[in-house]
């Protein structure tokens, strides 16, 4: 473990550590104040007018859906090219998943889109791929026409923009995760940021068991028991401020987090240029991307190299490495329940076979990245 490369190790600082003791020592490790802080901090952060911090990311995709009435019967349009998370949280809410194939970003077609609704269509979830924005406008366009609601999966997305909106403000809701590896990390947990005060609601109850009052509100802020009262039977998708303490003093220190991010990918770039390999895009005229993942493309027919045999030399060279994603029409579940043939999502098919994600993360001291560096020309190199 200690001559490795870590595929996406968290940047933990002092002050992040510091955060967590002082939650620690504070007597209220549970879900309170420093959660509502956290939430005050993705509401500035992404200019969205309400935030709620989840249990984990799934756990804010799921409770989004089930405030908006999504349920059985319904169809929800998302990518084929994501973490099983993404669908597996449609079905939960017992409705049914339309995949639609990515374009060559790996991001969802959006010009496809409109083909694949049909009356029972009620939402569609886009999800930033890697941290790069779908095309919103477009997603947008048809959502407001059909009368969809649009859930945004921006679990790689923290810190992205589009059209100078942020990441977080433009759909009905938008889910981040702060899972160990993503760009803000908890461990685990998410923030769903929305701007109707409806949605916000609801999701707040729903995480929170369907009772009327938080722990926090009935003991520690006031200092009196209050009574509640059971609304609906809700979840326990709260998040310890325990966590949020860690995720809270990560936001704090993202802006130089995000440039050493900025820096390393850079260097990869620079380092892996003609190597035969297809290098991942960065920014774009209409987008800020969260360079959450650096995913090169590795096609045996220009490279001459096999993506199983890269993945096993690296490791071999102690570099960890994901390959992000493996098409869902490809998983068991998927295939059996909708008879799907992966051909059917031709792009998504492709770069499942193709991509490799390198480690990348604001905690990489410059050693490791030249490592990394080291191992990819080597392999490339023969
Ligand atoms: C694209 C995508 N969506 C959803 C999730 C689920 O997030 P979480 O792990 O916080 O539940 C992940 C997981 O990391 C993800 O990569």
Request: aromatic share 10%.
């Given at each position: 473990?200690?001559?490795k490369?870590?595929?996406g190790?968290?940047?933990?600082?002092?002050?992040?550590?510091?955060?967590?003791?002082?939650?620690?020592?504070?007597?209220?490790?549970?879900?309170?104040?420093?959660?509502e802080?956290?939430?005050r901090?993705?509401?500035?952060?992404?200019?969205a007018?309400?935030?709620?911090?989840?249990?984990?990311?799934?756990a804010?995709?799921f409770?989004?859906?089930?405030?908006?009435?999504?349920?059985?019967?319904?169809?929800?349009?998302?990518?084929?090219?994501?973490?099983?998370?993404?669908?597996?949280?449609?079905?939960?809410?017992?409705?049914e998943?339309?995949?639609?194939?990515?374009?060559?970003?790996?991001?969802?077609?959006?010009?496809?889109i409109?083909?694949?609704?049909?009356?029972?269509?009620?939402a569609?979830?886009?999800?930033?791929?890697?941290?790069?924005?779908?095309?919103?406008?477009i997603?947008?366009?048809?959502?407001?026409?059909?009368?969809l609601?649009?859930?945004?999966?921006?679990?790689?997305?923290?810190g992205?923009?589009?059209?100078?909106?942020?990441?977080?403000?433009?759909?009905?809701?938008?889910?981040?995760?702060?899972?160990?590896?993503?760009?803000?990390?908890?461990?685990?947990?998410?923030?769903?940021?929305?701007?109707n005060?409806?949605?916000a609601?609801?999701?707040?109850?729903?995480?929170?068991?369907g009772?009327?009052?938080?722990?926090?509100?009935?003991?520690?802020k006031?200092?009196?028991?209050?009574?509640?009262d059971?609304?609906?039977?809700?979840?326990?998708?709260?998040?310890?401020?325990?966590?949020?303490?860690?995720?809270?003093?990560?936001?704090?220190?993202?802006?130089k987090?995000?440039?050493?991010?900025?820096?390393?990918?850079?260097?990869?770039?620079?380092?892996?240029?003609?190597?035969?390999?297809?290098?991942?895009?960065?920014?774009?005229?209409?987008?800020?991307?969260?360079?959450?993942?650096?995913?090169?493309?590795?096609?045996?027919?220009?490279?001459?190299?096999?993506r199983?045999i890269?993945?096993?030399?690296?490791?071999?060279m102690?570099?960890?490495?994901?390959?992000h994603?493996?098409?869902?029409?490809?998983h068991?579940?998927y295939?059996?329940?909708?008879?799907?043939?992966?051909?059917?999502?031709?792009?998504?098919?492709?770069?499942?076979?193709q991509t490799?994600?390198?480690p990348?993360?604001?905690?990489?001291?410059?050693?490791?990245?030249?490592?990394?560096?080291?191992?990819?020309?080597?392999?490339?190199?023969g």
């Open positions: 473990m200690v001559n490369v870590i595929f190790r968290p940047d933990i600082q002092a002050a992040d550590t510091a955060s967590v003791n002082d939650v620690l020592k504070s007597g209220w490790i549970g879900m309170g104040a420093v959660t802080v956290l939430e901090a993705f509401i500035k952060f992404t200019g007018r309400y935030a709620v911090a989840v249990s984990s990311g799934s804010g995709l409770v989004s859906m089930l405030a908006c009435g999504i349920g059985k019967g319904d169809e929800v349009i998302t990518s084929p090219l994501t973490f099983p998370a993404t669908a597996n949280e449609i079905i939960h809410t017992g409705a998943v339309r995949f639609v194939d990515v374009d060559s970003s790996g991001n969802i077609d959006a010009r496809r409109r083909q694949a609704i049909t009356t029972r269509t009620k569609i979830v886009p999800v930033h791929l890697y941290g790069r924005p779908c095309d919103m406008d997603i947008m366009g048809i959502a407001r026409k059909h009368k609601f649009v859930f945004e999966d921006a679990a790689h997305a923290f992205a923009s589009y059209k100078r909106k942020h990441i977080g403000s433009i759909g009905d809701a938008s889910v981040f995760s702060l899972y160990a590896t993503k760009n803000i990390t908890a461990a685990e947990g998410g923030v769903v940021t929305t701007n005060k409806k949605i609601d609801r999701i707040r109850l729903l995480r929170s068991y009772i009327t009052k938080t722990a926090w509100s009935r003991f520690g006031k200092d009196v028991t209050l009574p509640y059971t609304l609906v039977p809700g979840y326990n998708f709260e998040i310890p401020d325990l966590l949020s303490a860690i995720a809270l003093s990560q936001i704090r220190g993202y802006a987090r995000f440039a050493r991010r900025k820096y390393i990918w850079g260097r990869y770039d620079r380092a892996f240029k003609g190597l035969g390999i297809e290098l991942p895009g960065d920014q774009g005229r209409d987008y800020l991307h969260a360079l959450h993942l650096y995913t090169i493309r590795i096609d045996k027919k220009k490279s001459g190299i096999d199983k890269f993945i096993q030399r690296l490791g071999d102690g570099i960890g490495t994901g390959i994603f493996i098409s869902l029409p490809l068991s579940y295939k059996k329940r909708y008879g799907y043939r992966p051909s059917d999502f031709p792009n998504a098919l492709t770069i499942s076979d490799l994600s390198l990348l993360s604001s905690g990489m001291s410059d050693h490791e990245t030249d490592r990394v560096i080291r191992a990819v020309r080597r392999i490339c190199n």
